[in-house]
């Protein structure tokens, strides 16, 4: 029974863990990475055809954006996670195919122009209809069986809609372990998710500590400290614009401008506008307003019950189109723009930055994590001069940030979690944090709190049966030339070798068939060959 991590270790994106036990092979989390890389992934040790279960946390890229990649590279087994999750990631990986698609096209017009190489998508539209295939919803607390020696629990951890901790009970030559993924901790006391839910028992526990050396503070009025913002914005005749993450985040702030507005705490701008401009952020609203018994807490529920639809209000215009979302910046009057990505790094937020950021009458107000070497975290630091499509634009507006404001738990609440064990785990491996503080979180765990805790680096492996390490990751850095790079997709040809892999994954599991068709795949096989065989 063995574990490896792979992404999301001492780096905060790009979640994923590598688990084999009883002879099955899953990923927990297949997650994409933002921002640079500081440490080179180690590959999972067998190719995607060979693996049987995707289980997933929840629906943020940085935890689900590669399942595409991997089913374009042979992957077929199940992608299993709550319902939630399920509509969500249909939403946001065609998003990401988008993406992927635009950019790579933009990238390989520049690059033609210059006599280089076509760039090509990390994965297409195509690659997304077909995972999404795969994927299977289940509700919060049901045990389920997924091998004659594999069962496991999604539990509720109030990060995101249908977002959980994973429990998997596995049984190996008569020893059973249980190992707890944590996923993304939610904040305690946030508007209309439940908080994260407790899990009693655990041998092992995988958790993130994304902000595991800081405390979000007392806990803010978000909606009067949101109310003085648009209103001294408005005042000045600029546009506050916010980045936010489609999912999630974007839900949070239309619940508090709605109360903003019925309370009418915004006074002399009449009902001022509030654009969401992400075709996605409107979908995924749409699946928020689906999900409302089995995800929403009691205070949402309520104004559920009283005929309110708690993400609504007047004065809410939502932009589709790309000539709507140009149209806003054309609008001369002050209004308040909620747009994606959350950093900066993608999505119409970017046009918004390069018509706002040179005007000082502007704010750009910041409510999420930030991460390394992104657009949203070089403004937050005092960035005072940018480049968006080419163009140097001189930031004169207002950067603020609404402190606290956040998905995940802090370091007081990722503690509160895995103390909750009525049993101190054999161990737990801090993950999905910045580099110090994968080692800060897990020495306070160790020192205070007297746990087994380590933060491992991508290549590391450990034997769950044994308790003992088989091999530690080195924390190797990518090399100077690729800092500042994004990973390039590996091309057309990778996904010819690995269509080759999964191939051989397809011979394996016909062994022991009936000689007739055996012989009649070997022809196949072989005519195939002979067709391309140069």
């Known amino acids: 029974m063995k574990l490896m991590f792979s992404g999301a270790a001492h780096e905060v994106t ?15 989390d297949c997650g994409m990475e933002q921002g640079v890389d500081y440490y080179v992934n180690q590959d999972i040790p067998v190719p995607p055809s060979e693996l049987d279960y995707i289980l997933l946390t929840h629906a943020h890229v940085d935890h ?20 939630p999750t399920k509509e969500l990631c249909d939403i946001m990986l065609r998003d990401s195919a988008n993406i992927q698609e635009f950019e790579a096209e933009w990238k390989s017009r520049k690059a033609k122009r210059a006599g280089k190489a076509e760039v090509e998508p990390l994965y297409t539209m195509q690659d997304v209809l077909g995972a999404v295939q795969l994927f299977q919803g289940y509700p919060y607390k049901e045990r ?30 008569d020893i059973t372990r249980k190992i707890v993924f944590s996923g993304d901790i939610g904040n305690y006391d946030q508007p209309i998710l439940k908080d994260p839910e407790y899990t009693k028992d ?74 969401v401009d992400s075709p996605l952020a409107i979908e995924a609203t749409n699946v928020f307003n689906k999900n409302v018994v089995s995800c929403f807490d009691e205070e949402a529920m309520e104004l559920i019950m009283e005929g309110i639809n708690p993400l609504s209000f007047d004065g809410l215009k939502l932009s589709v189109t790309s000539d709507q979302s140009k149209a806003i910046n054309f609008d001369r009057q002050p209004k308040v723009i909620i747009s ?44 005072k001069e940018v480049k968006l499509f080419g163009e140097s634009i001189q930031v004169k507006a207002d950067i603020r940030r609404l402190e606290g404001m956040s998905g995940h738990a802090d370091k007081a609440g990722l503690i509160r979690w895995v103390t909750a064990f ?3 785990p054999k161990k737990v491996f801090v993950v999905h944090g910045e580099d110090q503080v994968c080692d800060l979180f897990a020495d306070t765990l160790n020192r205070q ?21 088989i091999k530690k990751g080195e924390g190797i850095p990518v090399p100077k030339v690729e800092t500042g790079k994004k990973k390039q997709p590996s091309g057309v040809y990778a996904r010819l070798l690995a269509a080759g892999q999964r191939l051989m994954t397809v011979i394996k599991h016909n062994e022991g068939g009936a000689n007739k068709d055996l012989a009649k795949f070997a022809d196949q096989i072989n005519s195939l060959c002979d067709k391309w065989d140069r």
């Not at 594999?150 to 030559?173: C, K, M, P, R, Y």
């Not at 937020?349 to 502007?362: G, M, Q, Y």
Request: contains cysteine; aromatic residues 10%.
């Open 202 to 275: 655990a041998d092992y526990v995988i958790m993130e500590s994304t902000y595991g050396d800081r405390l979000h503070g007392d806990h803010p009025e978000y909606v009067q400290e949101l109310a003085r913002i648009i209103q001294s914005t408005l005042d000045r005749g600029g546009n506050l614009v916010i980045p936010s993450f489609a999912v999630g985040r974007t839900q949070q702030l239309l619940y508090y401008i709605r109360q903003i507005k019925e309370e009418k705490m915004v006074t002399g701008h009449g009902c001022f506008p509030v654009y």
């Open 340 to 383: 994606a990505s959350g950093m900066c790094e993608a999505g119409r937020i970017r046009h918004h930055l390069k018509h706002n950021l040179w005007r000082k009458e502007s704010v750009v107000l910041f409510i999420g994590y930030q991460a390394l070497n992104t657009l949203g975290r070089a403004l937050l630091e005092g960035a």
């Open 64 to 83: 689900s954006g590669m399942i595409p990649f991997y089913y374009a590279r042979g992957f077929r087994g199940q992608v299993l996670c709550t319902e």
């Open 14 to 28: 790009g979640s994923c863990h590598y688990l084999e036990a009883s002879g099955v092979k899953m990923l927990i």
């Open 449 to 469: 709190y007297h746990l087994d805790a380590s933060a491992p680096f991508s290549g590391a492996e450990f034997d769950l049966i044994r308790n003992e390490w």
């Open 144 to 173: 389920i069986q997924i091998a004659e020696n594999i069962e496991i629990q999604f539990t509720d951890v109030g990060h995101l809609l249908g977002s959980s901790s994973i429990e998997i009970w596995a049984t190996e030559n």
């Open 422 to 424: 009525e049993e101190k």
